[in-house]
């Protein structure tokens, strides 16, 4: 079974920082998906990516699947991005099936 | 853009009662999930469905849960005697369609469930 660790587990930064999220796990895997937890609980996936890098808006996702790591980047952070954001990969490693979720990391951005 | 819908957003049921939480996946998606996350805890699998049969299940997911596709597009999860320790947040997924690669999971907006 694959285990996942993210960190840091906190952030706070200032508004237009540069954030990175790292997020490591066990099991080979071909995707890997970020998504986002607002204040009222509800998820929202921001990407899922299988190499290289995607980007959306500021949201820029990275993995190097030899090293079993991604990153997610939010460049010119802004108080609304403020929120959990949580790495999740295939148990069982591949692309498919139940996903396996990290603790999270709680960004708060400051104005 | 298609989406994945689930309700209730809230519910409130007493110690020992049945509750039914509704999902309607993207329309035509061919896989299923159930997911929970206990406050301040990280979300865990409960099940996937997927042919009309529970295709994997989690330590979690006991003899009090089960799952059923009652018709199209509804996807729905049953409490039968719930436990203090089953409030959590409930998030639905499905995944996959004809054509289309099947492993990006797409989340539903949860319902929270508080046992009293």
């Known amino acids: 079974k694959n285990e996942v660790e993210q960190s840091p587990q906190n952030l706070t930064a200032q508004e237009g920082e540069f954030i990175t999220i790292n997020c490591s796990y066990s099991v080979g895997i071909s995707a890997l998906h970020w998504l986002q937890q607002h204040p009222g609980g509800g998820i929202v996936s921001l990407f899922m990516?299988?190499?290289g890098k995607k980007k959306h808006g500021r949201l820029i996702a990275t993995i190097n699947i030899q090293e079993k790591h991604s990153s997610l980047h939010i460049t010119a952070s802004h108080p609304r991005d403020s929120a959990v954001y949580i790495c999740a990969v295939p148990n069982y490693g591949g692309s498919q099936g139940n996903l396996i979720f990290g603790k999270g990391t709680k960004l708060s951005v400051k104005p | 853009e298609p989406e994945v819908t689930q309700t209730p957003s809230h519910q409130v049921t007493q110690m020992g009662q049945e509750v039914i939480l509704r999902c309607v996946p993207i329309s035509n998606h061919l896989y299923f999930y159930w997911y929970r996350q206990i406050l301040g805890q990280k979300v865990e699998f409960l099940v996937s469905?997927?042919?009309?049969?529970?295709?994997?299940k989690s330590e979690i997911f006991d003899d009090q849960f089960s799952v059923e596709r009652p018709d199209g597009s509804n996807f729905t999860l049953k409490i039968r005697s719930t436990k203090l320790e089953d409030s959590a947040m409930y998030f639905c997924?499905?995944?996959?369609?004809?054509?289309?690669?099947?492993?990006?999971?797409?989340f539903g907006p949860g319902t929270r469930l508080t046992v009293l």
């Open positions: 469905f997927y042919n009309n049969e529970i295709s994997e």
């Open positions: 997924a499905s995944s996959g369609g004809e054509g289309r690669t099947y492993n990006e999971q797409f």
């Open positions: 990516l299988s190499s």
